[in-house]
């Protein structure tokens, strides 16, 4: 009867261990929410008709026409080194590419699939070139990857809305899934298994708390999304229960609701599709600064989407977008990395961030020439500046921080102000204002 017990414990606290979210505080996750920016590439042979990744399938780009575009996909000025140049020069420091989408193409010379990149006229493996470069710029290799597939013939579900496939075999799939993605893991030494498709009935929350288990068995230093289960609320991208595996919450194009208990990460376009589209609408720079300090403001990373062209190249517009988001991160960057979301929770004109001893607010808007906030909890504010700027006056009251910025001293984009306190800002519970 003792052995039995004893059994049934091991049994419980292992289900429990990979049932559990890794706390916040660990190295692994602390360094990744430490960069704070990085990149999210959604690029395939869908290029070729400018629409969107996987959706597009059997509704705007007819499904014969669409699983046969690998056959002209020449993509010759491909160069992966730019690709991460341009990565590097934003301020990002880390990769997330999307190797698999639900159409099912892999970008990677897989074993396991004749439907991949080695088979089209380029014929060449951009996912080791783009973690060869990774790894020559110092930048985290991660990986998408989708669990469904709507043109594999052993998953039960296809893009159009109902159809299902009478031989389909999940099972089958599911070691597929568990395949490719030991290749992703071992041969190209990824990361970050970035997840989606995980909503369709097929899987299950059994399912995903195996395949967590298993890719944690492969490489326990791999950083997996909650999208490998069944726990994510909608689009807000939040883990509903710790009963569901995996290590940071994934919130869809919109910031993240205000945690700095729990390591998220809002997915985000640069333009409005997340593959490549002639003459989408792009964000602009002022759009695109506030969204990622309203990110970090709330204690989350921001991965932020490029689709490249069919050719290979980036748009012009979009690296030189990005750049100027490097530019302002190189003069201002303390207020970012390695920082930790608040104590002033964020709204539609400012937003904060705090290290160590400082406080670093990022104003958006600023009617007339004084700011008043609550004070920083406790502490006391010892100087006040405009972030590599000059000293600005202040006074503190019981209860308000009074701070004077004159005209001259408001920034472009946003005005970063930096307050130094005489005590640790990580101490401060998060303020309303």
């Known amino acids: 009867m003792k052995n039995l017990l004893v059994v049934v414990l091991i049994s419980f606290l292992t289900l429990n261990i990979f049932a559990q979210k890794p706390d916040a505080n660990s190295t692994l996750i602390k360094d990744f929410q430490d960069m704070k920016f990085g990149m999210f590439i959604h690029w395939d042979p869908v290029t070729l008709r400018g629409t969107e990744i996987g959706w597009s399938r059997g509704h705007q780009v007819e499904m014969n026409d669409y699983d046969n575009l690998y056959k002209e996909f020449n993509p010759v000025l491909f160069d992966a080194e730019k ?8 301020g990002m420091k880390y990769l997330v590419f999307t190797t698999r989408h639900h159409d099912g193409f892999s970008m990677w010379d897989t074993k396991y699939s004749d439907y991949n990149i080695m088979n089209t006229p380029y014929k060449k493996d951009v996912l080791m070139e783009l973690k060869n470069a990774c790894d020559k710029y110092g930048i985290m290799f991660g990986t998408y990857y989708s669990i469904c597939d709507w043109r594999h013939p052993n998953y039960p579900l296809s893009r159009i809305k109902g159809v299902e496939k009478p031989d389909a075999d999940m099972d089958k799939f599911y070691t597929f899934l568990k395949n490719q993605t030991k290749e992703l893991i071992e041969t190209y030494d990824t990361k970050i298994l970035w997840f989606d498709g995980e909503w369709e009935k097929p899987w299950t929350h059994e399912y995903g708390q195996d395949f967590y288990k298993y890719l944690k068995g492969l490489n326990k230093n791999v950083l997996i999304n909650n999208r490998v289960d069944k726990g994510r609320k909608g689009m807000e991208g939040v883990t509903i229960s710790n009963e569901f595996a995996g290590d940071y919450a994934t919130p869809e194009q919109r910031v993240g609701a205000f945690d ?6 809002s997915c985000i376009t640069i333009c409005n599709q997340w593959a490549w589209k002639p003459n989408d609408k792009m964000k602009s720079l002022d759009q695109c600064i506030q969204t990622l300090l309203k990110t970090v403001g709330g204690g989350g990373n921001l991965l932020f989407n490029v689709g490249p062209m069919a050719d290979g190249r980036m748009e012009q517009r979009q690296i030189d977008r990005l750049k100027e988001m490097g530019d302002w991160l190189s003069k201002y960057g303390e207020s970012v990395y390695k920082t930790t979301g608040g104590p002033y929770k964020p709204t539609e004109w400012i937003s904060s961030t ?8 990022h104003l958006y808007r600023l009617d007339g020439d004084k700011l008043k906030i609550p004070v920083p909890g406790n502490a006391q504010v010892k100087n006040c500046s405009v972030l590599k700027g000059k000293k600005l006056k202040f006074e503190q009251t019981k ?6 910025i004159p005209k001259e001293q408001k920034q472009d984009i946003v005005t970063t102000i930096e307050l130094k306190l005489n005590s640790d800002s990580g101490e401060i519970k998060p303020i309303e204002i």
């Open 83 to 90: 690709w991460v140049k341009t990565l590097k020069d934003a």
């Open 260 to 265: 700095i208990d729990n390591p998220w990460e």
């Open 354 to 361: 705090r290290k160590g001893d400082k406080i670093y607010l």
């Open 399 to 404: 209860n308000e921080l009074i701070i004077e």
